[in-house]
Nanobody
Framework: QVQLVESGGGLVQAGGSRRLSCAAS???????????FGWFRQAPGKEREFVAA????????YYSDSVKGRFTISRDNAKNTVYLQMNSLKPEDSAVYYC????????????????WGQGTQVTVSS
């Protein structure tokens, strides 16, 4: 079993920055079953959407078009933690952000991820 705990959410002004963390436990962080980590988000009344993903070594990263150039995903395998650095935040970035992991094939597809955290709320004020 894998446990994921997100933190770092909160209220931030538009144009500001925030760093989310996802602490993983339960299996070897770089094992096959925890190979890929992704961040997804869900705003009120909307479907959950892909934000970013990072591969096992941290060298491979993918971003949605809406956050590319503003967000950076990274992982620290020594600390069993994945990060999402969010810069130049916009009100439309407000959502509950979820961390997920799994041995995925298609990184932006929810169904590919096996384990999910409870989410952390990010609210961007205008």
């Amino acid at each position: 079993q894998v446990q994921l705990v997100e933190s770092g959410g909160g209220l931030v002004q538009a144009g500001g920055s925030r760093r989310l963390s996802c602490a993983a436990s339960g299996r070897t962080f770089s094992s096959y079953s925890m190979g890929w980590f992704g961040w997804f988000r869900q705003a009120p009344g909307k479907e959950r959407e892909f934000v970013a993903a990072v591969g096992r070594s941290g060298d491979n990263t993918y971003y949605s078009d809406s956050v590319k150039g503003r967000f950076t995903i990274s992982r620290d395998n020594a600390k069993n933690t994945v990060y999402l650095q969010m810069n130049s935040l916009k009100p439309e970035d407000s959502a509950v952000y979820y961390c997920a992991c799994g041995s995925v094939g298609v990184v932006d597809r929810e169904s590919q991820y096996d384990y999910w955290g409870q989410g952390t709320q990010v609210t961007v004020s205008s």
